[in-house]
């Protein structure tokens, strides 16, 4: 059985469908169909102009970050042997060594210490004297790579202040 409606049927209509008039200036269809507003165009570039800044970020030279995390750490360990030096009252020196370096005069020294890249070396003075006197001497330390041999970071100290890192073009 054919499916029907309820109810009565809907009147037809002898009048032709109405027309259109098609919207003016000043109402809102015209202006959405007019395209993307100038607010709409720099969000978008707004959001382009982070994605690009984040990824130039991302994709930064690994071998000058290399370079700089390996003076983070030795400024970082030079720090906590100057602590144990004062805490302790025995002298440290700390000694440049081929692939790496070592802290003489530490209680309980491991013994050597390996650079975290294999291409990583120091320059200058290859004894850094971290004594148990509060004030010690201006000393600072070059670090270099083989992969990279523009590049050099310079851990540093005056003698009061804690070893910074300073990078170098």
Do not use: K, N
């Not at 370096?101 to 291409?119: M, S």
């Amino acid at each position: 059985m054919p499916w029907t409606r309820s109810g009565p049927a809907p009147a037809p209509t002898l009048a032709p469908p109405a027309r259109r008039r098609p919207p003016s200036r000043g109402t809102p269809c015209w202006r959405a169909a007019a395209g993307f507003t100038l607010l709409e165009l720099l969000v978008v570039l707004a959001i382009a102009a982070l994605a690009t800044t984040g990824a130039a970020l991302a994709l930064r030279d690994s071998g000058a970050a290399q370079l700089e995390r390996e003076g983070e750490r030795l400024a970082a360990l030079l720090e906590s042997a100057r602590a144990q030096s004062r805490a302790s009252g025995q002298p440290v020196a700390w000694r440049a060594q081929g692939a790496g370096f070592r802290f003489e005069g530490l209680p309980g020294a491991g013994g050597a210490q390996a650079w975290l890249d294999a291409g990583t070396s120091a320059r200058g003075p290859a004894v850094l004297w971290l004594g148990p006197e509060p004030l010690i001497g201006p000393q600072q330390v070059v670090l270099s790579s083989r992969s990279h041999p523009g590049r050099t970071v310079t851990v540093a100290t005056d003698g009061l202040r804690p070893f910074a890192v300073r990078a170098q073009p």
